[in-house]
């Protein structure tokens, strides 16, 4: 297969494509009732959050399901940047709730505490027992969940398409997650009308969260690197870059090097915002067959601790790092340092992105993907590196111990990153700009 990716004695020969089922167009969140009801719905708990409360498009998933006949239980708290304490809330809803089906209306902070709840409502456990390891008991879902139909409102997280719900651990000051193909919402309505009156801030903050995905995804170990399973062990769901998931990087990095500063700059480019969350849903689909790396692991450090930082665009006016905009704040660090593992791959993903590449060698890669990612962040109101959420020498510690801690993420780098590495990292990521 001419598709970049090498055997070795011993290693990975093979690859596993998982998706949701996926419906994407306008309007089709109006589906939303009776693909509840083909999946067997009687009694659904709804998620959603305050803001999403009020839209259009949750009114029309509400309406779809009452004209299907189906009784539907409204969850309307789920937090922006879930904690491990708005998990046990929801978890609680779920269980009393004793739905037969979830509908999630919203960003990748609904998706994912909607799988949460479903999770924990069914196969009951402390909620620690399921968690990534070293961080939780990193134990197996043992089976499938009830239907989950997912309705994005963002242009970003992929989480429509993917096994994975992230959360704020807040003993740590550092987010985790939960990982298992039983976590993938069974069906993915994609209405693209639900991001026409997002504000430009948050299409900002989702649609870098898109990018990374797609660069991490892109630029990961691949998975003829891993060593093969024994026995009936499966493959893990960060299995590397593979032909698959390099199909939707490729589009999705065409798409947002067209069409995401337009989005972001005019909010009545429905076209752009549309093509943008048709790119969310592309690299969702890849990350969640191939993995991300460094940028997301530190991610979780950056969010997780943050100070005093309030973003604009969101409604909770309390200290937070909104998750594209803490991943994005890392990317042009790790990026100048992983090109040297596949400086192809970087300098075709600057391409894509409209960086000119011409008369470049391998040795400039990296710095010709940082400075592209630099330009965007610099025209689309991102912080000026880690520095501008509140990070100075003095937190490096704490970054580091954060971000280490997530060795299903760091494992799927192109090299191996230790203490040391990270610290640097974090320390190429203070500032981008004059």
């Excluded at 096994?163 to 550092?174: E, H, N, R, T, W």
């Excluded at 300098?347 to 040795?363: I, K, S």
């Excluded at 580091?400 to 060795?407: D, E, N, R, S």
């Amino acid at each position: 297969m001419a598709c970049g990716h090498f055997l070795a004695d011993g290693n990975e020969a093979a690859f596993t494509v998982d998706a949701s089922r996926i419906t994407f167009g306008h309007g089709c969140a109006a589906e939303a009732g009776p693909r509840a009801r083909a999946l067997g719905a009687k009694r659904v708990a709804l998620f959603t959050d305050a803001r999403v409360h009020e839209t259009p498009v949750f009114k029309a998933v509400r309406d779809s399901l009452e004209r299907a006949g189906v009784d539907a239980v409204v969850y309307s708290t789920v937090r922006v940047e879930p904690t491990d304490a708005s998990f046990t809330d929801a978890i609680a809803f779920a269980k009393e709730t004793r739905a037969d089906t979830y509908v999630s209306v919203g960003g990748g902070s609904v998706i994912d505490t909607c799988k949460a709840a479903n999770l924990y409502a069914t196969h009951p456990a402390d909620l620690l027992d399921y968690v990534n390891a070293p961080v939780g008991l990193g134990r197996k879902v043992p089976a499938k969940l009830a239907p989950h139909v997912a309705c994005p409102t963002t242009s970003g997280t992929g989480s429509e398409v993917t096994g994975i719900a992230v959360f704020d651990y807040l003993a740590l000051g550092a987010k985790t997650g939960i990982a298992s193909p039983h976590l993938r919402p069974t069906e993915a309505l994609v209405d693209p009308e639900a991001t026409l009156t997002l504000p430009s801030e948050v299409v900002a903050s989702s649609g870098f969260d898109v990018l990374s995905h797609a660069l991490e995804s892109f630029t990961a170990r691949t998975f003829t690197d891993r060593a093969a399973p024994t026995g009936d062990a499966p493959r893990p769901m960060s299995q590397g870059a593979n032909p698959w998931s390099d199909l939707g990087c490729r589009e999705a990095l065409r798409l947002l090097g067209k069409y995401f500063e337009r989005a972001v700059l005019d909010p009545n480019d429905a076209a752009a915002r549309e093509r943008t969350m048709w790119a969310a849903t592309l690299a969702g689909i890849a990350f969640g067959n191939a993995g991300v790396h460094a940028p997301h692991a530190m991610a979780y450090s950056v969010a997780g601790l943050v100070k005093e930082f309030v973003p604009s665009g969101y409604s909770q006016d309390e200290p937070m790092v909104p998750h594209g905009m803490s991943v994005i704040v890392n990317a042009p660090s790790v990026f100048r340092t992983t090109a040297r593992f596949s400086p192809e791959r970087h300098m075709e993903a600057a391409a894509w992105l409209g960086a000119d590449t011409r008369g470049a060698g391998p040795g400039d890669a990296g710095e010709i993907l940082a400075d592209r990612l630099v330009d965007l962040m610099a025209k689309l109101g991102m912080p000026n590196g880690i520095g501008g959420v509140g990070y100075g020498e003095a937190d490096v510690a704490a970054l580091v111990k954060g971000a280490a801690a997530q060795t299903r993420l760091l494992s799927n780098a192109p090299y191996v990153i230790g203490d040391a590495a990270l610290a640097e990292l974090f320390r190429g990521a203070f500032q981008y700009w004059a």
